[in-house]
Each structure stands twice: as structure tokens, then as C-alpha cells.
């Protein structure tokens, strides 16, 4: 069945970076967009951008431009998002998802930054 | 930028009781295809969200028939006929219509009276 399957939690303290990746089953990987999204605790669901595994092209939003990096490996059907200058509001649970319509998501990596 | 605005933004339901969400948008989600891209996610407690409803009324896999998608334009609805346990959870509607960026209503959260 399609899947996506996240890495662990990450503690970080403030100022360093994360990587989280994103392994994709069930489908061919280079047919479909993949986007991340982040939730902060309590709170709603914010797009970070998206990552065309085919040709590695992204788009970010605006709001984490300059500090996200989206990359994949397709040799082993994989994504990743690197955040860095982490603070405290990055505190969040991350998502990836399949495709602009969201059909399948992982199960999400938490990312807490602490000093 | 889209905005989507979701209300109740708390709905206490009783148990077998209908339940409606109503999500509008700041711009008409009508794209260029004829299509509307207007998608609804639950997101049950300490879980990932999961898609229920894609372009306004399309039930995905697995999806209970008690829950219904309408609306067209600006203004949609979501609808759960007979509310039972395990629909406790957060919803959030969502526009794919306009991007980037991809936006989400502020949620709902239902819980049982």
C-alpha cells in the first residue's frame, strides 16, 4: 500500500539545524510532488513548500525561505527537509504528504528545540 | 494569499447527532479546469491528518458514507450525519486551488457532548 515513513524525534538546540527525511512505498516516487508541512503544538497546519522528485525543483513559502532546504534521493525513494537557525518556534510536529491534493501523509517527526 | 475561515470552531455533538462545519474562502476556489479544490482532513488525536473529502464532495477510500461534502464557489460544508465516537478529532478544510501557498482553514475541533 502507498506509504511514507519518517524519521525519529529530534531534540536541537536553538541555532542548529534538522533533517528530516521521508521514505515513499507503494508508488513510483518520482511521480509525485512531495510537500512538508509543520503544525506547532495546539495549533494548525502551515505549508512549507514542495519538492518535485522527478527533477529536485522546490518552492517555498515565503516564510521559511532561506532557511529550508527540500532534497531527495531517488536511488532509495526519499525526501527530505533541512531547517535551519532552529529557535523555540520551530517547535512542531513535521509532515510530509503526498502531492498537492494530500492524499497520503507520514506519520510525522517531532522536532522540539530546547536550550 | 487565500484565506479560509472555518466555523464552529468547537462543535460539542451528542452522540448519533448530525454535525456541519462550514469553511469560506477568502477568493473563489474555481480553477482554470472547472474544477474546485476544495479538500476536508480529520486529524483524530495524536495522529497525522487524513484526507476524507477532495474537490468539494469526492469521499476517499475507506471514508464512512455518513460524512458529506457540498458548497461551491466561496462557501462549503462539511457534514457528518450521525456523529459517532471515533469521528472526535480535529477537521480542516483545505484550498489547492490557488497556490502556492496551499491553505488551511483554522480547524475544528468535534467532540462528543
Known amino acids: 500500500q502507498v506509504q511514507l515513513v519518517q524519521s525519529g524525534a529530534e531534540v536541537k538546540k536553538p541555532g542548529a539545524s534538522v533533517k528530516v527525511s521521508c521514505k515513499a512505498s507503494?508508488?513510483?516516487?518520482?511521480?509525485?510532488?512531495m510537500h512538508w508541512m509543520r503544525q506547532a503544538p495546539g495549533q494548525g497546519l502551515e505549508w512549507m513548500g514542495w519538492m518535485n522528485p522527478n527533477s529536485g525543483g522546490t518552492n517555498y513559502a515565503q516564510k521559511f525561505q532561506g532557511r529550508v532546504t527540500m532534497t531527495r534521493d531517488t536511488s532509495i525513494s526519499t525526501a527530505y527537509m533541512e531547517l535551519s537557525r532552529l529557535t523555540s518556534d520551530d517547535t512542531a510536529v513535521y509532515y510530509c504528504?503526498?502531492?498537492?491534493?494530500?492524499?497520503?501523509w507520514g506519520q510525522g517527526t517531532t522536532v522540539t528545540v530546547s536550550s | 494569499d487565500v484565506v479560509m475561515t472555518q466555523s464552529p470552531l468547537s462543535l460539542p455533538v451528542t452522540l448519533g447527532q448530525p454535525a456541519s462545519i462550514s469553511c469560506r474562502s477568502s477568493?473563489?476556489?474555481?480553477?482554470?479546469?472547472?474544477?474546485?479544490?476544495l479538500n476536508w482532513f480529520q486529524q483524530r488525536p495524536g495522529q497525522s491528518p487524513r484526507r476524507l473529502i477532495y474537490k468539494i464532495s469526492n469521499r476517499d477510500s475507506g471514508v464512512p458514507d455518513r460524512f458529506s461534502g457540498s458548497g461551491s464557489g466561496t462557501d462549503f460544508t462539511l457534514k457528518i450525519s450521525r456523529v459517532e465516537a471515533e469521528d472526535v478529532g480535529v477537521y480542516y478544510c483545505?484550498?489547492?486551488?490557488?497556490?502556492?501557498?496551499?491553505?488551511f482553514g483554522q480547524g475544528t475541533k468535534v467532540e462528543i457532548k
Open positions: 507503494g508508488y513510483s516516487f518520482t511521480d509525485y510532488y
Open positions: 483545505m484550498q489547492s486551488t490557488h497556490w502556492p501557498p496551499w491553505t
Open positions: 504528504t503526498r502531492d498537492g491534493n494530500m492524499d497520503v
Open positions: 477568493q473563489s476556489l474555481v480553477y482554470s479546469d472547472g474544477n474546485t479544490y
